[in-house]
């Protein structure tokens, strides 16, 4: 079982297999020691490992028969005529050209997030380059996983192509020319404009004022470039609107928003999990569901993907200053709003105020909490790893990894109970992070065998994890298709993981794998063909993601 990205080709795996968004919202990690993890946070990790963490964690049972899954024979493919329908007028954007773009343009329309963004200029199936650009900064170590501020522009200003980097940036939302016209000259802009530029403006202006900012222009006057304090809060409002986790892109930020998005992208390939090194500097963007002519190309900005209604509204409203509006008014699908549902309801979602009484809240917080756990161990053991650690710290470790898992089960239960909805889009955040730290306990397990008799873990303490895994991962498939389509990659590690995991219960323990509660793997014949039928879908959705940037570009 494979901790990496199953395709190889689309760099560090992570919650959504190096699904490059915005930087704000992802974590900085610390490498660390079991010794140096807080003694508290450890404690209430056990303490949740035994049955507290919620007081009514019952399992409810799903009616809508989530255990299974269609799995279709061929990809959803468009017919051959396309429609031949006039599309609106393109737009020139102000930026050098990327290194590949694919069958789109960029248009200015009401009908689209922003008035502008990309559509498809014909039919496209899932898994189609549409673009391929490096970065015109990419973020020092230092602020990786760590919130924008006046030390990235500091960061960029250092940097040799610093006056060009600061020159591209004028045409990011909001361009320098916006920020002259409302700011500078005083001309009376849209409601929009007001609450997006305006009044953002006057946030940057507030949160960055004083010896730092003064610093900051001191460092730009030394460098030779032209910045005075409205330049310098403009490009840290851009940063905020357009910043991407590995860096400052130009063409991807013409990319919106969508809650149901078609598209996604990824990160540069790392080939050095542990010193982070590159083996390429661009990014790209595929589709991962067909797409009609016309119709907008989107990608969701948030992570983790999977937040509740009101989470998701608020993070956009604090994060870019557009509205997605409450659930009862707004424009999801039946399939994602039912996901969203708590106990049938729509439930409140304030753009402003967080509702810590909100089963939703609850659920998350403890998530959270148990996902920052997970990133410490993985990153840990990624360096216990290299040196071949097996000491007292390692075992500790371990112990700390079977703990989280045991809690993440808990927590699974839990949130089924209390948010009474069997496909709500937090499962999948539950039923992930349940198979990403069982991978690592079996992976531990296994270097640490010499160590344990059979009682404290050994083989049946491992058949045991690799049988709950088997049936989470069983329980995880059917949402991921309801929320994201049959052909994203994050499907395809969900199938990766089953057949392999299937495999290899076959052949060491394949009594408990009869004993997982999933009908189709009663029999040894019925294994088998599961076991066939999940690797063939993997294999299916890997083929529409073919490794063709480098040819693509050269053509």
């Not at 060009?164 to 409302?182: F, S």
């Not at 344990?452 to 049946?460: D, H, K, L, V, Y």
Request: hydrophobic residues 35%; proline residues 4%.
């Amino acid at each position: 079982m494979s901790l990496d990205d199953p395709f190889d080709c689309f760099g560090e795996d992570s919650v959504s297999l190096g699904d490059d968004t915005n930087a704000k919202e992802l974590q900085c990690v610390v490498p660390t020691t079991q010794d140096a993890v807080d003694e508290k946070k450890r404690k209430l990790l056990l303490e949740k490992a035994n049955g507290r963490l919620m007081a009514d964690n019952s399992s409810l049972t799903n009616d809508n028969d989530s255990g299974s899954c269609s799995c279709p024979d061929e990809p959803k493919l468009f017919p051959i005529e396309n429609n031949l329908g006039e599309l609106p007028s393109s737009i020139n954007v102000p930026f050098p050209p990327a290194l590949y773009i694919g069958p789109m343009m960029v248009v200015q329309s009401n009908d689209i997030g922003g008035n502008r963004g990309y559509i498809a200029t014909e039919d496209i199936n899932a898994g189609t380059l549409l673009l391929a650009e490096q970065p015109i900064f990419e973020w020092t170590e230092d602020q990786l996983g760590s919130e924008l501020g006046l030390v990235s522009i500091q960061a960029i200003l250092k940097h040799e192509n610093a006056g060009a980097i600061v020159k591209d940036m004028q045409g990011l939302y909001p361009t320098k020319k916006q920020v002259n016209d409302l700011i500078r000259n005083q001309n009376k802009g849209s409601q929009e404009d007001k609450i997006q530029i305006f009044d953002m403006m006057d946030i940057m202006n507030m949160q960055h004022s004083g010896k730092e900012m003064n610093a900051t222009l001191e460092l730009a006057k030394r460098c030779g470039v032209d910045l005075d304090e409205i330049d310098v809060c403009r490009m840290l409002l851009a940063m905020r609107y357009n910043g991407f986790g590995s860096g400052i892109y130009l063409n991807f930020a013409m990319f919106n928003h969508a809650n149901d998005s078609n598209c996604i992208k990824f990160q540069p390939e790392i080939d050095n999990k542990v010193s982070k090194a590159r083996s390429v500097s661009y990014s790209e963007v595929r589709t991962t569901k067909a797409v009609k002519r016309g119709d907008a190309l989107t990608l969701d900005y948030l992570i983790p993907r999977e937040q509740s209604y009101a989470t998701k509204r608020r993070h956009l409203w604090d994060q870019h200053r557009f509205d997605i509006g409450d659930m009862d008014n707004s424009l999801l699908n039946a399939n994602l709003r039912e996901m969203y549902l708590v106990n049938g309801q729509c439930p409140p979602s304030s753009r402003d105020n967080i509702d810590r009484d909100a089963d939703t809240y609850n659920v998350e917080a403890a998530l959270k909490e148990l996902e920052d756990q997970y990133y410490e161990i993985k990153l840990t053991w990624s360096f216990m790893s290299v040196l071949k650690d097996e000491g007292e710290d390692a075992l500790k470790l371990f112990e700390h990894s079977k703990a989280m898992g045991e809690a993440t089960l808990e927590l699974l239960a839990a949130a089924e109970n209390k948010l009474g909805n069997p496909t709500h889009v937090l499962l999948i955040r539950c039923c992930r992070l349940y198979l990403d730290c069982s991978e690592i306990v079996l992976e531990m397990g296994a270097r640490f065998a010499p160590h344990f008799s059979s009682s404290s873990f050994g083989p049946i303490g491992g058949h045991m994890i690799m049988a709950k895994f088997v049936s989470t991962a069983h329980k995880l498939l059917p949402l991921q298709i309801k929320y994201l389509g049959n052909d994203h990659p994050d499907i395809a590690r969900s199938y990766h993981d089953l057949a392999s995991m299937i495999n290899a219960m076959i052949t060491q323990c394949i009594q408990n794998l009869y004993e997982c509660g999933i009908e189709e793997c009663s029999t040894f014949g019925k294994c088998q063909r599961l076991e066939a039928k999940y690797s063939s879908e993997f294999r299916r959705i890997e083929a529409l993601y073919p490794k063709d940037v480098e040819a693509k570009i050269k053509e």
